[in-house]
Structures are given as structure tokens and as C-alpha cells.
T-cell receptor
Framework: KAGVTQTPRYLIKTRGQQVTLSCSPI?????VSWYQQTPGQGLQFLFE???????NKGNFPGRFSGRQFSNSRSEMNVSTLELGDSALYLC?????????????FGQGTRLTVV | SQQGEEDPQALSIQEGENATMNCSYK?????LQWYRQNSGRGLVHLIL?????REKHSGRLRVTLDTSKKSSSLLITASRAADTASYFC????????FGSGTQLTVLP
């Protein structure tokens, strides 16, 4: 079966702009989680969506938002980009949630803010 | 903040040797998961051990969990050059919270 697909793979944006990242989970998976990975902070949880509802949220400012569609595809939006938002953004899908089952990660979107 | 801290931060061994990585976590968990990440790419799930389990095996992987010490270890036996990657533990409570990772280098 197809894996988790994240688009785009690479993105360069300017400070102050906004960006939307997309994640298509594995077919049949209803949970999608987003993570930010940076050399300094490591892997940090952004939020989790399940059946179009945000089920959990990490400690990120309101500039970071997301949504999930009825087909379980998810988007993540970052507004008013800052240099510190440069990171690898990873999305993970799981059947009902990654707390008790394995999560499958996409290859990530590498965002560079200049 | 990160749930776990891996030890060591970096490990370099010869092919064929065993590699042991340790992870300590801070709060109570439902289970603990280990992931592997090749340079700058997505994470691959390796193994999940539940809080009521003490040891689990999968192929060349052996994971232990000590909830009283809030620690876990990952043993990779008979390592191969292809095992070179970063390894992360992730504690599962309300969400998955990852440790800082161990960079494993297996020299041919």
C-alpha cells in the first residue's frame, strides 16, 4: 500500500509569508499528527487530527494551525513566518492514533525561511 | 520539551558488533516506541513496548523497559552498515514525545 505522502518536499519562504504543507495518510488511517524537527529542539509535537477534529495540540504559537479533511488528508499552515520556523516538518499517520499503535511517517517537508 | 533523553548521543561501532542505546523518560507512559531516522528523512517505526511489558524482540532488535526507573534500552545485534542512522525513543502518554536521539554509525 502507498505510504504517507508529504508535499512539497522542499520549500523556501521569506519572513512574514505564510505556508501550507500537505499530508496524505495511508489509506484507511484516520489519525494524522504533525511534528517539527530542528537541530536545537529535536522532534516536537505540533498537533494531532482524528476524523477532522483536532484531538491534541503541542506548545506552539497560534501561527501554527492545521486541519483535516473528510478523506483524512491534512494540511498544516504557518502564518507570519519567522527564521526560527526553518525545520523539517514531519507528518505521521496511524489507524486510530499513535498512542497505542505504530505511526507511519512521511519523508517530511524541509522548510527554509530566509 | 522532550520526554526522553537518549544515551549515548553518538555511538560508533564496527560491523558485526552489538549496539546498545538507552533512553530515560520523565513522566508516566502508556507505552514506549523506538524509531529510526536516516539522515534528514522520515522516521521508521521499529518496535513498541507496552508499559506492562518488560522485554520485546523483533528480528535483531531487543527492547527492554523498566517503568520503575523510567528507562528503556534498545539493543541491535550483529550490526550492519545499513543500521547507520539516528535512533529515537518516544514515550506515549497524551501524545508521542520524542527523545533527543542517538546517532549510530556502523563502520564496515
Amino acid at each position: 500500500k502507498a505510504g504517507v505522502t508529504q508535499t512539497p518536499r522542499y520549500l523556501i519562504k521569506t519572513r512574514g509569508q505564510q505556508v501550507t504543507l500537505s499530508c496524505s495518510p495511508i489509506s484507511g488511517h484516520r489519525s494524522v499528527s504533525w511534528y517539527q524537527q530542528t537541530p536545537g529542539q529535536g522532534l516536537q509535537f505540533l498537533f494531532e487530527y482524528f476524523s477532522e477534529t483536532q484531538r491534541n495540540k503541542g506548545n506552539f504559537p497560534g501561527r501554527f494551525s492545521g486541519r483535516q479533511f473528510s478523506n483524512s488528508r491534512s494540511e498544516m499552515n504557518v502564518s507570519t513566518l519567522e527564521l526560527g520556523d526553518s525545520a523539517l516538518y514531519l507528518c505521521a499517520s496511524s489507524l486510530v492514533g499513535q498512542l497505542n499503535t505504530e505511526a507511519f511517517f512521511g519523508q517530511g517537508t524541509r522548510l527554509t525561511v530566509v | 520539551s522532550q520526554q526522553g533523553e537518549e544515551d549515548p548521543q553518538a555511538l560508533s561501532i564496527q560491523e558485526g558488533e552489538n549496539a546498545t542505546m538507552n533512553c530515560s523518560y520523565k513522566t508516566s507512559i502508556n507505552n514506549l516506541q523506538w524509531y529510526r531516522q536516516n539522515s534528514g528523512r522520515g522516521l521508521v517505526h521499529l518496535i513498541l513496548i507496552r508499559s506492562n511489558e518488560r522485554e520485546k524482540h523483533s528480528g535483531r532488535l531487543r527492547v527492554t523497559l523498566d517503568t520503575s526507573k523510567k528507562s528503556s534500552s534498545l539493543l541491535i545485534t550483529a550490526s550492519r552498515a545499513a543500521d547507520t542512522a539516528s535512533y529515537f525513543c518516544a514515550g506515549s502518554a497524551r501524545q508521542l514525545t520524542f527523545g533527543s536521539g542517538t546517532q549510530l554509525t556502523v563502520l564496515p
